[in-house]
T-cell receptor, first 115, second 114 residues
Framework: DQQVKQNSPSLSVQEGRISILNCDYTNSMFDYFLWYKKYPAEGPTFLISISSIKDKNEDGRFTVFLNKSAKHLSLHIVPSQPGDSAVYFCAASPYTTSGTYKYIFGTGTRLKVLA | DADVTQTPRNRITKTGKRIMLECSQTKGHDRMYWYRQDPGLGLRLIYYSFDVKDINKGEISDGYSVSRQAQAKFSLSLESAIPNQTALYFC?????????????FGPGTRLLVL
């Protein structure tokens, strides 16, 4: 049973428009969430994070929204650029008193930004 | 130079063979992880280590073993490879920072077990 789900395996968006990538989770103990971007033949690279005490975090063109009641987070990319074409993974972890994080990853969404 | 390196980048082996995947990091992080990625399944945690003397099983540790030879080195072994271990393997490192922890990934090792 997957605790972190990315239900859209792929998404195509026109350059300059908004890209919205979605992620749903089932474990209400998840406390910290990240988005990673992965290009072919490379490892995932960290993009942006959000903790459960916030509902929004922005970094340049990237904004992550967290809706705890719906157990849903989304990544918005505005404006989308061809270089954003990659696979995007969301990941979630509960926080423990020992300060450790064990991330559960979603299956990824392949974003293609069309020039 | 890359902060997290993995060797080899590609490997083809036969069923029953023992193989080792190696990971080195120059980030100075105590925490290291091994994941595998399969199509449609995302990344799944195999083993993790929070320091040289600490080894922990992850979600899918059966058929794998690890060795933390030094702070900078974390190796993953397949004692007797089987075809369903064909996957893309990633090593990662992290260092907790107050209330957050970001993992930094190596480029991956693509393993094919025939």
């Amino acid at each position: 049973d997957q605790q972190v789900k990315q239900n859209s395996p792929s998404l195509s968006v026109q350059e300059g428009r908004i890209s919205i990538l979605n992620c749903d989770y089932t474990n209400s103990m998840f406390d910290y969430f990240l988005w990673y971007k992965k290009y072919p033949a490379e490892g995932p690279t960290f993009l942006i994070s959000i903790s459960s005490i916030k509902d929004k975090n922005e970094d340049g063109r990237f904004t992550v929204f967290l809706n705890k009641s719906a157990k849903h987070l989304s990544l918005h990319i505005v404006p989308s650029q061809p270089g954003d074409s990659a696979v995007y993974f969301c990941a979630a972890s509960p926080y423990t008193t020992s300060g450790t994080y064990k991330y559960i990853f979603g299956t990824g969404t392949r974003l293609k930004v069309l020039a | 130079d890359a902060d997290v390196t993995q060797t080899p980048r590609n490997r083809i082996t036969k069923t029953g063979k023992r193989i080792m995947l190696e990971c080195s990091q120059t980030k100075g992080h105590d925490r290291m992880y091994w994941y595998r990625q399969d199509p449609g399944l995302g990344l799944r945690l195999i083993y993790y280590s929070f320091d040289v003397k600490d080894i922990n099983k992850g979600e899918i540790s059966d058929g794998y073993s690890v060795s933390r030879q030094a702070q900078a080195k974390f190796s993953l072994s397949l004692e007797s490879a089987i075809p369903n271990q064909t996957a893309l393997y990633f090593c990662a490192t992290s260092e907790p920072d107050r209330n957050q922890e970001t993992q930094y990934f190596g480029p991956g090792t693509r393993l094919l077990v025939l």
